[in-house]
């Protein structure tokens, strides 16, 4: 590493502070939001592009598959083209891309507007945060992680309820229009604050295996648990080949990077005990918690027969002591050990869903609202920590790498957790379904006593046998749904154990991007 690798900036002050943290947010904000808000919106968009539903969520796979691709190459991208320089490239393009899925005539062009956009996306993530741990002196980091940390919450649950509502008052492209005045602003925000306070260019080879390598393996993977549901799973060639496929390309991947002088990824990273055990926890925490979002607003639409809006309505509460809490425990974070906010947010997960797993079909809203509260805390407790120590004692010009790695992982994480949940959920539905048909039949007093309630009432043999059955499904739906949250809560308290392998440095700064070491 060069000796000048990294220019010293000092951190910004007043009004240029306050611009600059609401212009990185934004655009952190803007970039979340995309990845969730198509999700409510796929059925009219397919509707009005005259595709199937099936195809209609390319339109989602397309961005994740891009992005995925993109974000673990932030570090390398910064070396070649300075961090300020690329950010706004991502930003600028990511509104041209926004422009081009709104005009879209027809699917194609939409889903190669939504490749461009996930891919431009990538670096936006980790850069925002860099540039915002640089802004502010080291010993103010964590109220820059918590100020980061409150837009990646509070933008999945925005997404999906202002999706559904552009959806639904005006017409799909609106959710890609949205962008261009957003990323406008923080372009000529960014630009003018932080043109001055660009990081050192260092011009290294291209290693064009491993970036070949990375996007094989990745697309791979992230096809694979798109649309392995869809195709059930490894009963299709199609799904076994792409597994094959992904797990190939991983190992060759992994054996040729470190291997390399200039890797595409830095993988050397992993060595650090703090990034390995940091990541292990904040990653597979967030794919439980992920795998939730997808499965209760599914459950309360599916099964109690909620609309898609009072679904998320329900969800909505999470983001309310996210946000409240979140510049406290910014603020208390450098007086106390890390390890014991992150234990908390994970006992605070754990309770959310023992809490949810006692739900049966007759949950009220009271019951279900409650413990999304305590996972909003739980939430506020959990990214500002373990981000912190995974960034903890790491060089200032390897926050770039460190923080695109970490989010990569964490953000492959929440894909595969979204896939194993909803599959798991299917199985255990079809698991329960058939033990609850076997106490059925006319062996069972229970069932001969509701089939003749529904006859007395004038309703035919078999329009009876299918009440029953509705209510037979709605059942073991239920009980695989508690099955799946008895199951992540265990996991978090094991996940536990890893923040407790990690060893962050003093906490008055637990990390310094400024350059003060």
């Known amino acids: 590493m ?132 640089a802004s502010y002196p080291p010993a103010k980091s964590s109220m820059a992680l918590a100020l980061w940390g409150m837009t990646t919450l509070v933008a999945p649950i925005v997404g999906p309820l202002l999706g559904g509502w552009i959806s639904d008052n005006y017409s799909w492209p609106w959710i890609f229009y949205i962008n261009v005045p957003v990323g406008l602003f923080t ?10 306070r660009e990081s050192a260019v260092r011009k290294i080879p291209v290693d064009k295996i491993g970036l070949a390598l990375l996007v094989i393996w990745v697309g791979a993977l992230q096809l694979m648990l798109d649309k392995g549901k869809e195709l059930d799973w490894f009963n299709s060639g199609e799904i076994v080949l792409l597994t094959v496929i992904a797990v190939v390309g991983l190992v060759y991947f992994i054996i040729w990077e470190n291997g390399q002088d200039h890797p595409v990824v830095d993988l050397s990273l992993f060595k650090g005990r703090n ?35 009072e679904a998320g309505k329900v969800m909505a509460p999470v983001g309310i002591f996210a946000i409240l809490l979140s510049p406290v425990i910014g603020k208390l974070l450098p007086k106390l050990d890390a390890r014991w906010v992150a234990t908390t947010a994970f006992l605070g997960f754990a309770l959310v869903f023992f809490l949810r797993a006692r739900f049966n079909t007759e949950v009220d809203t009271y019951n279900l609202m409650v413990p999304t509260l305590i996972q909003g805390a739980a939430m506020s407790m959990f990214f500002i920590p373990l981000t912190s120590i995974i960034l903890s004692g790491q060089r200032p010009e390897k926050i770039p790498a460190a ?37 059925t039949g006319y062996a069972s007093s229970q069932f001969v006593l509701q089939a003749d309630n529904l006859h007395r009432a004038g309703i035919g043999e078999q329009a009876a046998y299918g009440m029953i059955d509705r209510t037979v499904s709605v059942q073991a739906s239920t009980m695989a749904a508690t099955d799946i949250f008895w199951m992540a809560a265990w996991m978090f308290l094991g996940l536990i154990f890893f923040v407790w392998m990690t060893k962050p440095k003093r906490s008055g700064a637990p990390v310094d991007a400024g350059g003060a070491h």
């Not at 925000?189 to 001055?196: E, G, M, P, V």
């Not at 992920?290 to 027969?305: D, K």
């Open 403 to 439: 923080s695109g790695l970490s989010n990569f992982v964490r953000i492959m994480c929440g894909g595969m957790g979204a896939s194993i949940m909803t599959t798991l959920w299917d199985n255990r539905s079809t698991l329960h379904h058939a033990r609850l048909t076997e106490s």
């Open 275 to 309: 990034f390995a055990s940091g990541v292990l926890a904040i990653s597979v925490a967030y794919g439980l918690f992920f795998g939730s979002l997808v499965i209760m607003p599914l459950w309360l639409q599916t099964q109690l027969g909620y609309t898609a809006t």
């Open 187 to 196: 372009a000529w925000a960014t630009w003018s604050i932080y043109h001055k």
């Open 2 to 133: 060069s000796q000048q690798a990294h220019i010293h900036h000092p951190p910004l002050k007043g009004g240029e502070l306050a611009m600059g943290t609401l212009a990185l947010s934004l655009a952190v904000f803007m970039n979340v939001l995309d990845s969730s808000i198509a999700n409510v919106s796929i059925p009219a968009i397919s509707g009005n592009l005259g595709v199937s539903p099936q195809q209609g969520t390319w339109v989602i796979t397309s961005f994740a598959v891009a992005n995925a691709i993109s974000v673990p190459l932030t570090g390398w991208l910064t070396m070649q083209f300075g961090q300020v320089r690329l950010f706004m490239t991502s930003v600028l393009l990511f509104v041209l891309s926004s422009w081009l899925c709104g005009m879209a005539p027809n699917i194609e062009t939409l889903i190669v507007a939504r490749i461009i956009q996930g891919a431009v996306a990538g670096p936006m993530i980790p850069l925002s945060q860099s540039l915002l741990l």
